[in-house]
């Protein structure tokens, strides 16, 4: 089976910077793509960002040129650089992986790592 597990967040101030990180493991023996979602108090699971065969990374409006994903294929291991943190950047993170082309659906991503809590204090 395919797991994730994924670190890294924590509590920040303002302006501050964490990375995130996911290890897959397990059957990954095809070529698959992976996104970062995350979670607020009282919304649904939102889309950050993911990578794209077609068009390289994606990122959402709200954290476009502050946030960067990347790769490292050899490894299995995906990262999610996040900087110029703002109050509002506070959720729970989650990494999830599909064998298939990118998409922003989380109903498109069968497997989820646990999660991550990210808290920005002003």
């Known amino acids: 089976q395919v797991q994730l597990v994924e670190w890294g967040g924590g509590l920040v101030q303002t302006g501050g910077s964490l990375r995130l990180s996911c290890a897959a493991s397990?059957?990954?023996?095809?070529?698959?793509?992976m996104a970062w979602f995350r979670q607020a108090p009282g919304k649904g699971r939102e889309f950050v960002a993911a990578?794209?065969?077609?068009?390289?990374?994606k990122y959402a409006d709200s954290v476009k040129g502050r946030f960067t994903i990347s790769r490292d294929n050899a490894k299995n291991l995906m990262y999610l650089q996040m900087n110029s943190l703002k109050p509002e950047d506070t959720a729970i993170y989650y990494c999830?992986?599909?064998?298939?082309?990118?998409?922003?659906?989380?109903?498109?991503?069968?497997?989820w790592g646990q999660g991550t809590q990210v808290t920005v204090s002003s």
């Open positions: 999830a992986i599909r064998f298939g082309e990118y998409t922003t659906s989380k109903d498109d991503y069968p497997f």
């Open positions: 397990g059957r990954v023996f095809d070529t698959y793509n």
């Open positions: 990578d794209s065969r077609s068009g390289g990374f």
